[in-house]
């Protein structure tokens, strides 16, 4: 019989996040497939757990990968984990996962810690859904395109970032978003956790270089004001005067025109015509 892949959130920060369920498929597993073996030992050893570790990263898991869908099939067990928080969430295992799935492998996630939940949870700007980002790209170019395409959303953008590109990337996010207030959380559930709630420009004149990876969530672009439908009938109006009477179109045709382009019927455009010349417009 084939044996499970585990995807098991393991803590942030403090190692007593860490779930009952969690501790007891770590024991179980054949192996566990750990980003940072030395890092994953410290949890293990905390809890008294023996299971051995093989190392699963960006940069070997292609590599690794059909091996362990082998043990799998085999009948093992594996445990896949990243350094802390939730594996595949702007960490490595997702190949590892889909070769799972490909194969016909039972895949059974172990919910629990997340550094994104965590800072969304603890910030005020969640509600109603929130949009996790990632990590920005490093590059100045390509990280002003990637904000760029953020700039407008509407829900709270959850994003990462590295200490020592923190700066950079809040100094383009304030060209680019506005002086936006920002959650920004670092050491999670540590001694030294930071969760700190301020416009960029605060954010900007207080960091200072740290350890630890940060967690931003971005306040939200206002909603875009309702269209002003008076307006645009008046705009419909005039717009069919000139089309009419300056570029001597026939009414059917201007008609048709301004309906694809104003999103009406054109019975709708019609009457709204109709009705601006009953009343003198």
């Not at 070997?60 to 869908?69: Q, R």
């Not at 093992?76 to 802390?84: C, F, L």
């Not at 700007?125 to 790209?137: E, L, R, T």
């Not at 009419?244 to 201007?254: I, L």
């Amino acid at each position: 019989m084939p044996g499970t892949l585990y995807v098991v959130a393991t803590p942030i920060g403090n190692l007593e996040d860490v779930t009952l369920r969690a501790l007891r498929i770590l024991r179980e597993v054949s192996v566990i497939a750990a980003e940072d073996t030395r890092r994953t030992s410290r949890l293990l050893q905390h809890y008294s757990i023996s299971t051995p570790t093989t190392s699963l990263h960006a940069h070997n898991e292609a590599g690794k990968t059909p091996s362990l869908i082998a043990r799998l099939q085999g009948g093992e067990s594996i445990a896949v984990v990243s350094d802390a928080g939730t594996p595949v969430v702007s960490d490595p295992g997702a190949r590892l996962i889909a070769a799972a799935h490909d194969a016909g492998l039972r895949v059974e996630p172990v919910p629990g810690p997340s550094a994104a939940l965590a800072v969304i949870s603890g910030s005020g700007f969640g509600g109603d859904g929130f949009v996790f980002a990632g990590f920005p790209p490093a590059r100045s170019g390509a990280r002003a395109e990637w904000l760029s395409k953020l700039a407008k959303e509407t829900r709270p953008v959850v994003l990462y970032e590295a200490p020592h590109r923190i700066r950079q990337t809040l100094e383009a996010m304030i060209t680019i978003l506005g002086d936006r207030i920002v959650a920004l959380g670092r050491e999670l559930t540590k001694i030294h956790e930071e969760l700190v709630i301020r416009p960029i420009s605060g954010h900007l004149g207080a960091i200072v270089a740290g350890k630890g990876e940060y967690t931003l969530v971005v306040q939200p672009a206002a909603d875009p004001e309702p269209p002003d439908v008076k307006s645009l009938d008046d705009a419909i109006v005039t717009e069919f005067g000139h089309l009419t009477d300056t570029e001597g179109q026939p009414r059917r045709a201007a008609i048709k025109q301004l309906a694809k382009k104003y999103g009406r019927g054109a019975r709708e455009v019609y009457a709204l015509i109709e009705a601006s010349r009953d009343s003198g417009e």
